[in-house]
């Protein structure tokens, strides 16, 4: 089956601290994703990997950095938290390009304080 | 990028159909229409993939007109447990034109 995982569901951190979000597939997909959830807004895309040490912004990078040092692993960095980063973070990973199916993790809420 | 625009909430009853439409009037002509269902406290699962005309799965239709501005997810025969929030996406080469939409947060009552 299928799996996404990440590698907290719930995070509570202080302004200022690095944060470091994991999300690990076990599907070899090529693409990875981060995306942010909040009420109202949806899902928006933070960034994406289409390869090993590949990485492209997507619509709110800011304040954030990825690593995809491994096919399997995709980590979102938080160098400096603010209490606006507070939210749901989704990963997501994708098949090559043939196919957009998209499977998602479970989701860490992270609370910035 | 293809900006998607979906009704805010529907509400409806067990055993009817139930029909989401999704306005996508930049799409590019490589990209495809995909459709997700969201449950509380869990991430998006995918439903259903489409580039044009009709795609059905053992779960839902779509319907993509030829001009492929909007795309229509009907779901036939809903059941309480298809409450959930739907999102409309359209998806580029690489994921670099995925976009979600707002959701439609749909309601169904016994």
């Known amino acids: 089956d299928v799996k996404v995982t990440q590698s907290s569901r719930y995070l509570v951190k202080r302004t200022g601290e690095k944060v470091f979000l994991e999300c690990v597939q076990d599907m070899d997909h090529e693409n990875m994703f981060w995306y942010r959830q909040d009420p109202g807004l949806g899902l928006r895309l933070i960034y994406f990997s289409y390869d090993v040490k590949m990485k492209e912004k997507g619509d709110i990078p800011e304040g954030y950095s990825v690593s995809r040092e491994k096919k399997e692993r995709f980590s979102l960095i938080l160098e400096s938290a603010s209490t606006n980063q507070t939210s749901m973070y989704l990963c997501?990973?994708?098949?090559?390009?043939?196919?957009?199916?998209?499977?998602f993790g479970p989701g860490t809420r992270l609370t910035v304080t | 990028l293809a900006k998607t625009t979906q009704p805010i909430s529907m509400d409806s009853y067990e055993g009817q159909e139930v029909n989401i439409t999704c306005s996508h009037n930049n799409i590019a002509t490589n990209d495809y229409i995909t459709w997700y269902q969201q449950f509380p406290s869990q991430g998006p699962r995918f439903i259903i993939q489409?580039?044009?005309t009709k795609v059905t799965n053992e779960v839902a239709s779509l319907f993509i007109p030829a001009d492929r501005k909007s795309s229509t997810l009907s779901l036939p025969r809903v059941s309480l447990s298809d409450t959930a929030v739907y999102y409309c996406?359209?998806?580029?080469?690489?994921?670099?034109?995925?976009?979600f939409g707002a959701g439609t947060i749909l309601r169904v009552k016994s």
């Open positions: 997501a990973s994708m098949p090559g390009a043939s196919s957009y199916e998209q499977y």
């Open positions: 489409g580039y044009k």
């Open positions: 996406l359209v998806a580029g080469e690489y994921g670099n034109k995925l976009v």
